[in-house]
């Protein structure tokens, strides 16, 4: 019940589906999840060098562990640090990529954790490694630029509201960048996935880029050759768990760009009444086009059979 949603919660009132994998398949079971990727937060933000690369690692291996656990059913996200450098960025990559990993996830704004912006050439390596592997490359939204994570616990009436609708907002900067930047167009090979975002901002910000493209682009000097919408339909992905906007926009966004989510175990989650929700949200779409957004773009994408 919504009512009963409060900002601090006990490890102990926890759902245990959230780390053990019996819990968790059974409430898959319950709303009618066949497979579930998993995005977390991790420990990549630790400062202390030996510390980071530790809990990383032991975070990704229990990823790998939730996978045979669940018989391929939980699929992990692993975590790569970047505020070490992106020698060890590459590091973590390479050893994941060993043991199987789908996809992987860094920091959206890696000036948050003192790493330079993802337009710095220094990334590259990372660019080249990524398009190599062919593994997705996932940001997870982070919340509204400008304004701290500890802000959502600001008694302030109205800051907690903004925050939270605000967090998908940033992402487009981050999208522009990975455009704009011609990361896409040099390796048109990478793909990527910005998670938690909704889909129903995408045609509006598409048409804002191209525009800027269209107008901007000799002056600027822009490094791309083709319309930015080019490199978005081609290699990029969003998240999303309820947005009827997007959803009736859903050719523009990219129907082959956009994975529905149910955000278990969150608060913004549809558990246990997933099914419900997307028969509300795709009332009115053809059922092949329900599928690619439902679950066959995410099992395409992730390899999940």
Same mark, same amino acid.
């Given at each position: 019940?919504?009512?009963?949603?409060? =900002?601090r919660?006990? #490890?102990?009132?926890?759902?245990?589906?959230?780390?053990?994998?019996?819990?968790?398949l059974a409430?898959?079971?319950?709303?009618?999840?066949? %497979?579930?990727?998993? #995005?977390? @937060?991790?420990?990549?933000?630790?400062?202390? &060098?030996?510390l980071?690369?530790?809990?990383?690692?032991r975070?990704?291996d229990?990823?790998?562990?939730?996978?045979? %656990?669940?018989? !391929?059913?939980?699929v992990?996200?692993?975590?790569? &640090?970047?505020?070490?450098?992106?020698?060890?960025?590459?590091?973590?990559?390479e050893?994941?990529?060993?043991?199987?990993?789908? !996809? *992987?996830? /860094?920091?959206?704004? =890696?000036?948050? /954790?003192g790493?330079?912006?993802y337009?710095? =050439?220094?990334?590259?390596?990372l660019?080249?490694?990524?398009?190599?592997?062919?593994?997705?490359l996932?940001?997870?939204?982070? @919340?509204?630029?400008?304004?701290?994570?500890?802000?959502?616990?600001?008694p302030? =009436?109205?800051?907690?509201?903004?925050?939270?609708?605000?967090?998908?907002m940033?992402?487009?900067e981050? *999208?522009?960048?990975?455009?704009?930047?011609?990361?896409?167009?040099?390796?048109?090979?990478? $793909?990527?996935?910005? /998670? +938690? $975002?909704?889909?129903?901002?995408? &045609? #509006?910000y598409?048409d804002?880029?191209?525009?800027?493209?269209k107008?901007?682009?000799?002056?600027?000097?822009?490094?791309?050759?083709?319309?930015?919408?080019?490199?978005?339909?081609?290699? @990029?992905?969003? $998240?999303?768990?309820?947005?009827?906007?997007? *959803?009736?926009?859903?050719? +523009? %966004?990219?129907?082959?760009?956009?994975?529905?989510?149910s955000? #278990? &175990?969150?608060?913004?989650?549809?558990?246990?009444?997933?099914?419900?929700?997307?028969?509300?949200?795709?009332a009115?779409?053809?059922?092949?086009?329900?599928?690619?957004?439902?679950?066959?773009?995410?099992?395409?994408?992730?390899?999940? +059979?």
């Open positions: 019940d919504y009512k009963d949603y409060t =900002p919660v006990a #490890y102990k009132e926890m759902r245990p589906g959230s780390w053990d994998p019996k819990a968790r409430d898959m079971d319950q709303d009618g999840i066949r %497979a579930d990727v998993l #995005y977390g @937060g991790g420990p990549s933000r630790f400062d202390e &060098p030996e980071r690369a530790y809990c990383t690692r975070y990704n229990w990823l790998f562990e939730l996978e045979e %656990a669940s018989d !391929g059913r939980l992990g996200i692993s975590i790569l &640090p970047i505020n070490g450098g992106v020698e060890e960025t590459l590091a973590e990559l050893r994941v990529a060993k043991k199987g990993a789908r !996809g *992987v996830q /860094v920091d959206a704004f =890696p000036d948050t /954790v790493a330079p912006h337009s710095d =050439p220094v990334w590259e390596p660019w080249n490694a990524l398009e190599e592997a062919a593994i997705p996932s940001f997870h939204i982070q @919340g509204p630029r400008g304004m701290q994570a500890a802000r959502l616990f600001d302030t =009436p109205g800051v907690r509201e903004a925050f939270i609708s605000l967090s998908p940033g992402i487009s981050l *999208v522009a960048q990975l455009v704009f930047c011609g990361i896409c167009q040099r390796h048109p090979g990478f $793909t990527f996935v910005v /998670v +938690e $975002t909704g889909i129903g901002w995408i &045609p #509006y598409l804002r880029m191209d525009s800027t493209f107008k901007h682009r000799f002056w600027t000097k822009s490094v791309i050759t083709e319309p930015p919408s080019t490199y978005w339909y081609r290699q @990029g992905h969003a $998240t999303f768990i309820e947005d009827r906007p997007g *959803v009736k926009l859903r050719h +523009e %966004a990219g129907l082959e760009n956009i994975l529905w989510s955000d #278990y &175990p969150h608060s913004d989650t549809t558990w246990p009444r997933s099914r419900e929700a997307v028969a509300e949200q795709f009115d779409v053809p059922p092949r086009e329900r599928d690619l957004i439902v679950w066959r773009n995410a099992a395409r994408l992730y390899r999940i +059979e």
